[in-house]
């Protein structure tokens, strides 16, 4: 059975908007947790902003932070003056932006991203010609999130969900012991039983090393009737993680305007990215 991973970062805490009061879900008799993380964090200014201002409004639990990036070093001051969660957020495919990125790192990371995104299936090839800039390229960003944040990352994601790809999956890149987000979530319907068996494989394969949730899923699409609350829903009974983008527009006003606490119907949002030992480690129960 897994179990959380704590961090040294005090998270945001304190009461939702005045209408909507503040009750842990585990006050509430549930088992689960809903987490929502924001991703980006510390990619431009604009990003981080607005990510600022959902964890002042209490709507995300959490946020996954770049290193190497424009606004990487000003994020990191805030999110530690603020006490904002973070971890990791692994970038394998996006140009750094950052002023002080080596020639030599940049050179191993543009190896790296060529080969990621010259075709959508390249994530599930194992390169071992790359093995070494893939390395390279992952260490550097796990030793500059220490620098900058004052600390190793207990949590880890990725760009693209680009922390899940073969060379890094199957070389165990990624500290033993962390949490790691796994796969999204389908059910039958949704994906094809390959595509299916293919994420189930790579979830098993991860909860070897990591603690991970039970379900994870994206916000959007917002507006597919009933999906939300199906989604947030599971979170009474399971640990539910939900990434968003508060850099677009239709995912920040959602967020920001409340409308997250109505469809989570009772369903209040970690105050941090929190696992529960209850159910945490599994792969989920499938739902058809």
């Given at each position: 059975?897994?179990?959380s991973a704590?961090?040294?970062?005090?998270?945001?805490m304190?009461?939702?908007?005045?209408?909507?009061?503040f009750?842990p879900?585990?006050?509430?008799?549930?088992?689960?947790?809903l987490?929502?993380?924001?991703?980006?964090?510390g990619?431009?200014?604009?990003?981080?902003?607005?990510?600022?201002?959902?964890?002042a409004?209490?709507?995300?639990?959490?946020?996954?932070?770049?290193?190497?990036?424009?606004?990487?070093?000003?994020?990191?001051?805030?999110?530690?003056?603020q006490?904002?969660?973070?971890g990791?957020?692994l970038?394998?495919?996006q140009?750094?932006?950052g002023?002080?990125?080596?020639?030599?790192?940049?050179?191993?990371?543009?190896?790296?991203?060529?080969?990621?995104?010259?075709?959508r299936?390249?994530?599930?090839?194992y390169?071992?010609?790359?093995?070494?800039?893939?390395?390279y390229v992952?260490s550097a960003?796990?030793?500059?999130?220490?620098?900058?944040?004052?600390e190793?990352?207990?949590?880890i994601?990725?760009?693209?969900?680009?922390?899940?790809?073969?060379?890094?999956?199957?070389?165990?890149?990624?500290?033993?012991g962390?949490i790691?987000?796994?796969?999204?979530s389908?059910?039958?319907?949704?994906?094809g039983?390959?595509?299916?068996?293919y994420?189930?494989?790579?979830?098993?394969?991860?909860?070897?090393?990591h603690?991970?949730?039970?379900?994870?899923y994206?916000?959007?699409p917002?507006?597919?009737p009933?999906?939300l609350a199906?989604?947030?829903?599971?979170?009474?009974d399971?640990?539910?993680?939900?990434?968003t983008?508060?850099?677009?527009?239709?995912?920040?006003a959602?967020?920001t305007?409340?409308?997250?606490f109505?469809?989570?119907?009772?369903?209040?949002?970690?105050?941090?990215?929190?696992?529960?030992?209850?159910?945490?480690?599994?792969?989920?129960p499938?739902?058809?």
């Amino acid at each position: 059975m897994a179990t959380s991973a704590k961090s040294s970062l005090q998270p945001l805490m304190g009461p939702p908007p005045q209408s909507e009061p503040f009750v842990p879900n585990r006050a509430l008799g549930h088992k689960g947790a809903l987490i929502i993380n924001a991703d980006d964090w510390g990619l431009d200014r604009e990003t981080t902003d607005r990510i600022r201002e959902c964890a002042a409004k209490h709507v995300i639990s959490s946020a996954s932070g770049m290193v190497f990036m424009a606004d990487s070093e000003r994020a990191a001051a805030l999110a530690r003056e603020q006490s904002i969660d973070i971890g990791l957020h692994l970038n394998l495919t996006q140009e750094f932006s950052g002023q002080s990125v080596s020639a030599q790192l940049r050179e191993h990371h543009r190896r790296v991203a060529s080969f990621l995104i010259r075709h959508r299936l390249a994530q599930i090839v194992y390169h071992p010609g790359l093995a070494g800039s893939f390395k390279y390229v992952v260490s550097a960003q796990l030793e500059e999130f220490h620098r900058i944040y004052g600390e190793a990352p207990r949590r880890i994601d990725g760009h693209h969900h680009m922390h899940l790809c073969a060379n890094v999956l199957f070389a165990n890149l990624l500290p033993a012991g962390t949490i790691a987000r796994r796969s999204f979530s389908f059910t039958a319907s949704e994906k094809g039983l390959v595509n299916r068996m293919y994420r189930g494989l790579v979830d098993i394969v991860l909860a070897r090393r990591h603690d991970i949730s039970d379900f994870f899923y994206s916000l959007i699409p917002i507006d597919a009737p009933g999906r939300l609350a199906r989604i947030l829903g599971l979170a009474r009974d399971f640990v539910v993680e939900v990434e968003t983008h508060p850099a677009q527009p239709n995912e920040h006003a959602f967020l920001t305007n409340g409308d997250i606490f109505r469809v989570a119907n009772g369903i209040q949002v970690e105050g941090r990215y929190s696992l529960r030992d209850a159910s945490v480690g599994t792969t989920g129960p499938v739902l058809s």
